[in-house]
């Protein structure tokens, strides 16, 4: 199957500083990426879809200038965390479906553990 | 976007099949079932995905009813490698689609 990739997969940032998380679609063109977050125990909770070449979509409650998207290409996406803090320490993941596949398959990437001291 | 309800937590053993079901009642006509596997710091596996019936692969079997309101993702002979969270997505098939996950189902198997 088609394979998304993200790095790094785990993180320690101090407080106040940023962080850029890397998605990639490693054998597929991907026009929308997803990231989402994952508290302890919980389930996924989507953020924002990124659309190459266009501003990315915020779900309600999302700091847009806080978590920085963008979309550059048709095989990366990437999340800034701007201004770091400790309440921001999460599982972030991303996701993409390959375009033209039948159905509502999509691939994840191995998730990137952050935390902020 | 139909929403799901599946139960929080199943227990089972090596060995056994271990049948989890997930309620989709307002399922759209064109909507899919997909099913996904996450292990702990890690990100979901695409499972299984259908329509309509049956469908099996080499890792589960998904049953939907005629009425498609529920679906039953089956595991057959689970190993202690099977234990992790399982989420069922219902959702329409095309570039708009995306994936919104429910609470999932913690699936522990025992020695």
């Known amino acids: 199957g088609a394979v998304v990739s993200q790095h790094p997969s785990r993180v320690i940032c101090k407080s106040g500083t940023s962080v850029k998380i890397e998605c990639r679609s490693l054998?597929?063109?991907?026009?929308?990426m997803f990231w989402y977050r994952q508290f302890p125990k919980q389930s996924l909770m989507l953020m924002a879809t990124s659309n190459e070449g266009s501003k990315a979509t915020y779900e309600q409650g999302v700091e847009k200038d806080k978590f920085l998207i963008n979309h550059a290409s048709l095989t990366l996406s990437t999340l800034t965390v701007t201004s770091a803090h400790p309440e921001d320490s999460s599982f972030y993941i991303c996701?993409?479906?390959?375009?033209?596949?039948?159905?509502?398959?999509?691939?994840f990437g191995q998730g990137t553990r952050l935390t902020v001291v | 976007l139909a929403k799901t309800t599946q139960p929080i937590s199943m227990d089972s053993y090596e060995g056994q099949e271990v049948n989890i079901t997930c309620s989709h009642n307002n399922i759209a006509t064109n909507d899919y079932i997909t099913w996904y596997q996450q292990f702990p710091s890690q990100g979901p596996r695409f499972i299984i995905q259908g329509y309509k019936t049956k469908v099996t692969n080499e890792v589960a079997s998904l049953f939907i009813p005629a009425d498609r309101k529920s679906s039953t993702l089956s595991l057959p002979r689970v190993s202690l490698s099977d234990t992790a969270v399982y989420y069922c997505l219902v959702g329409l098939s095309g570039g708009s689609y995306i994936p919104t996950f429910g609470r999932g189902t913690s699936l522990i198997v025992h020695p």
């Open positions: 054998d597929f063109q991907a026009t929308t």
């Open positions: 996701s993409a479906r390959e375009p033209g596949r039948r159905g509502t398959e999509a691939f």
